[in-house]
């Protein structure tokens, strides 16, 4: 795996009580973390693949709040350093991190387990019905070297 440029992974703070716990998704936690206009919860059955697709001027933020995910990133950008990188992370709610995924970057992502996912996605741009700024391609497409 390698990095690819962009992707910023960040852990989040997690408070616990006897009554429960708080976590902290957004706020100062990271200052450079793009502002944003949309944020939204997915919940995703156990074993489940939500692949492949990219957006053309969006960064994505996503943060996982219960459960496992396997979250799998391609980097196909012409500019890029990393041009054809992939790089697979394994997200668990017992470490809460926050991942930022930049512009024309390939993403999806997999629930682990029986249980599903519930995910936070914090996007800097609002989801537009007729201006859709996303690409996607089938799970299994050959253009992104990976199988689920």
């Known amino acids: 795996m390698s990095e690819i440029e962009g992707v910023h992974v960040e852990r989040l703070k997690l408070v616990r009580n006897e009554r429960g716990h708080l976590l902290e998704v957004c706020g100062e936690i990271d200052p450079d973390a793009p502002r944003f206009a949309q944020v939204y919860v997915t919940f995703t059955r156990g074993g489940i693949v939500k692949a492949w697709y990219r957006h053309h001027h969006q960064i994505d933020q996503i943060a996982l709040l219960s459960g496992r995910l396997e979250l799998v990133l391609y980097d196909d950008r012409a500019d890029s350093a990393a041009g054809g990188s992939l790089l697979r992370l394994e997200l668990d709610e017992s470490e809460p991190k926050i991942v930022r995924i930049p512009a024309l970057v390939w993403h999806g992502f997999r629930a682990v387990g029986p249980a599903g996912t519930n995910l936070i996605h914090v996007n800097s741009e609002p989801?537009?019905?007729?201006?859709?700024?996303?690409?996607?391609?089938?799970?299994?497409?050959?253009?992104?070297p990976y199988s689920w």
């Open 127 to 144: 989801y537009r019905e007729d201006h859709l700024d996303e690409d996607r391609i089938a799970p299994d497409d050959p253009a992104i």
